[in-house]
């Protein structure tokens, strides 16, 4: 069981920077892939960015490369996503997820994913 906890979430201008943080429990994070989920009000759940295990793949979605980056620490348990030129329409709730059976290819869906966190609110204000 993996346990997974935001933080870092806020309201920030356009064009501003957040550091999401998730810190995760248990002993064998490093053996899993992470992801970063976001929701916002009247969407779909949607991928904002994934690294695998050891930290040398890492996905984006376009809407997101070149402004956000992913990465993880696993002697701390934790995984980051540097998020920077904020726009509003990257208001949303942003989830942590972890997935225990990873492959080398990196999940983008989901229900793919075994644990989530319980998500910490991003507001980027125009």
């Known amino acids: 069981q993996v346990q997974l906890v935001e933080s870092g979430g806020g309201l920030v201008q356009a064009g501003g920077s957040l550091r999401l943080s998730c810190a995760a429990s248990g002993r064998t994070f490093s053996s899993y892939a992470m992801g970063w989920f976001r929701q916002a009000p009247g969407k779909e759940r949607e991928i904002v960015a994934a690294?695998?295990?050891?930290?040398?793949?890492?996905y984006y979605a376009d809407a997101v490369k070149g402004r956000f980056t992913i990465s993880r620490d696993n002697a701390k348990n934790a995984v980051y996503l540097q998020m920077n030129n904020l726009k509003p329409e990257d208001t949303a709730v942003y989830y942590c997820?972890?997935?225990?059976?990873?492959?080398?290819?990196?999940?983008?869906?989901?229900?793919?994913?075994?644990?989530w966190g319980q998500g910490t609110q991003v507001t980027v204000s125009s």
């Open positions: 690294i695998l295990r050891s930290a040398g793949r890492t």
């Open positions: 997820a972890a997935d225990q059976n990873p492959t080398t290819v990196v999940k983008t869906s989901g229900p793919l994913y075994d644990y």
